[in-house]
């Protein structure tokens, strides 16, 4: 059998397929599951208007895609344990609702609630002003808006592919575009497969500038974990050459900075920057363990296309987002001008295509995390445990 | 005959309806009237574009509930009387083009043309910039639009009810929320009901904090009346202690201060804030009254909820928006620094709602009018007339 | 025959059509061509969610109208050459997704595509703080966007017009206010025409000031040519009395400043300010001819409604926009407060109403091109070859 390829949007052919599903009524049979399935609807009210859902479901693990979004990840789910979290922000929001320079700047935080969130594509990091040179040869301030604008970008073409070799693999490949004269001219192509049955999803993003000069890129993926996942005594775990408490305040935990505590109402963000160690291949690991010890997601990346990694520890009120998230990264979060100076940002050239891979596995076995587990720490061999700087920021 | 519910947003559960209509036809009978009606469209085109409308009509009085733009009515009218006013932005205006930041925080002005506007939630006033301490603890500044956001949020959440009790009552509720990670996390439950026949609809605000820390809220509800009942001879009456001129503009009225002048091309806006009495169970009231002196409308408001009244005097040109506005508030218009210092900002415990009541009544006959200037008379016993005190600001 | 008046769109009275189509097979006969047709949709997906196109076709010359974004022209193509550019922003962008703020005022570029964009209304020109008196009689500051807003502002009313009358004339005419209380309060009201068969379109734009007071008006009509038309050895042709370099940069072309060199990376920006000449009738001109000297495209405006012509070189990559832009306009596109001392601000009495009027012709043989060239060339009798002025800035 061939594979399957429909196209859910198409600007310039003026395809857009508000709802649409595909499963194995429609003849396509896959070796690893028969519940697998592909839909697509268009949400409809609130700040939700108008924003699309994509859901990949391999039979076995399910992610909601939000095209409307960058191609973000809405929430996943896979042997029943959910993956996500609940920000204050209930719902997808259109980003024709979200105005990045409100609030400073912050305004990125008033959409912000994906399992997985995309910062960049130009840069990411916190509010502030950058300088350039623009298109008259001058320097110039650039104000920037809290991790960048790929986010809050519709992709303006979306297609789904079912290619029944093997196992059978479901994808979704997305186009979006983040462009401005006299600005930067980025294209992120990015594609989402998962094999029918397993609990395992890989994406792959190519990032092109596609204008005629030299063009800075910043890149992290903002994993974003919550409960059942996270609770009191989950953990982190990943093979590291060292650890960076961003500030005083991130520092306080010590040793057991990788340890999280029970959700607490005021509590303050811990952030820590992170040098993981690869194995020969390049690829490199990371895994939150669930409180029990016997689940858990693990993501994997290749340091030398994602080559700095940052926790984020948010211990907040349920009721105020109580995530943590695994960040691989171009470049750590902190101001663009900081990480250029410390050579943290990539400059594509004029049609250089820049390639990002990541795997996300859930494991639903104290089996499966144990040997994740063991993996990460041979990957960790003669660097355990990780060396801890003084904080990055005296605060 | 037991009540009918019809929910025509609900963006969780995949529900929009995009036209509707409820009428006698239904077989619902309300011994009130047998004209009533609900219908709800949505506006296509131009600025408008998306925005729901919900028409209420309880046979007498008809009001457009705008659930796109934060459950504020768009227009009433009642015995032939139209309510509303005629802003220089002519049709109701899509959030998703308002940019709230445009001329320096004023863009909330290129939405603003309903008869009333809720400004709120986390604040109101002028733009400005805030202080407040962050998610790091850090003291920041946050700046503030006009007026807030609560009008330039759609509702996620939108129900009908009709209840055949009594004379019959019509309701619609809808549901927003003012979130975002890091910030405010308020939801706003608002219920405007009438009853079949009436020349009443009432308002009922539950605003909570759902987030896991105490949280600031201001709500001012901004009732704006422009011809017929606006015009020059119409007068502005409450039960007050006492009258504060914002600035020497204001003062210059002296004790005229709430006889309205004809349109005035250029005229600067007065402002006034005023100290409303109450009667034995909490209820203040205040009423425009038009040139004639034979029609108007009146508000009735919770001093215990809404303890702050504030009139503003827009004497322009009709073109440009000849209005005055009717704004019992948890505050006065100021920014919110300094209304925070006067203790006119609320705190709400975390998970705490807040009640905010409010009736409008139009009033068609003298004898309507002459009733009701009598019980605010009463209210206002030896406290006529009020003491004005010197203008607020210096100018 | 009878004109025929299809309105497509009309907020206020409920109706937007989705999809329009209008041809000879209609029964309505254009002597000028059979092949004639008017058509319309709306885009889906992307930034270009929801923005319509109108396709006027006159059988020779075919213009796509955005109504969504302010009655600009998208493309348009006659006698098989293409009109318009290729902007790295690909496709027509929804302003709900355009934030002007962005970037320090710069937000405009991300839209920023079209053949024809109107910059207005209020203001044009470069980001920056304005002084403005508002609504309290104070100077405040106004901080300005890119260009304005016009072309960020959807239609509220759409009609197509076809007249049978002579050749048969096909028409589009479209409404968009550009208000704000306590702020602009102007009407576009545009019109776009064409003879069926015809190498011509004509623009006849009126803009009033609908508010009670004088109003300042700003308007440019920034007409962007690229490839084919633009290239190596293209030149710009018109009749003029002084050319004003706006910058060392510019000034460094010396007497070869309207001729064009290829694409070249990197290349920053040259800006000519022109002073136009005109015939008896107060028409004057202006043209870009291809490389070959065989084809180009030509307007004709009166210098009574815009005085003053910018030629705009954006000599860059083909990749980061390679285009030149054709400027007529009320004023230069300087900072709106040095236009305004120079007594280059239009101030609009309330209810004025200002007409501008353009036309466009596109010439595909070397006989029109000279043709159009001899009576340019007549125009400039005595100021051949035209002053060249320093720099207007120094740099």
Known sequence: MSRRIDVLTDVSRGVRTAEYRLDATSGIRLAGSDAWSVSANTLRGGLSEGVDVVRIDNGRLAVDVLPTRGMGLWKAACDGIDLGWKSPV????????????????????????????????????????????????????????????????????????????????????????????????????STLSTEAGSNRLAIVDEVANRGGNPAELQLLYHWNFGPPLLGEGARFVAPLRRVIPRDPRAAEAGERWNEYTAPTAGATEQVYFLEPLADADGWSSAMLVDPAGTRGASLRFRIDELPHLTLWVNGQAEADGYVTAIEPGTNYPNSKGFERVQGRVVVLAPGEVRRFETELTIHATDDEVRTTLEAIATLAAGHLPPKISPPLIEG
Do not use: Q, W, Y
């Not at 980003?95 to 320079?101: M, Q, R, T």
């Not at 979306?158 to 980025?186: K, Q, R």
């Open 90 to 189: 209930a719902l997808p929001v259109n980003p024709a609702f979200v105005n990045l320079g409100d609030r400073g700047g912050l305004g990125f935080l008033s959409g912000f609630n994906e399992f997985l969130c995309r910062c960049g594509l130009d840069s990411n990091g916190p509010p502030g002003v950058d300088v350039i040179t623009n298109n008259l040869g001058h320097r110039v301030e650039a104000p920037l808006t809290l991790h960048g604008k790929i986010a809050n970008i519709p992709a303006h073409a979306v297609s789904v592919e079912i290619d029944p070799a093997g196992a059978g693999t479901l994808s979704i490949t997305g186009v979006v575009d983040e462009a401005m004269l006299f600005g930067p001219n980025l294209r992120l192509r």
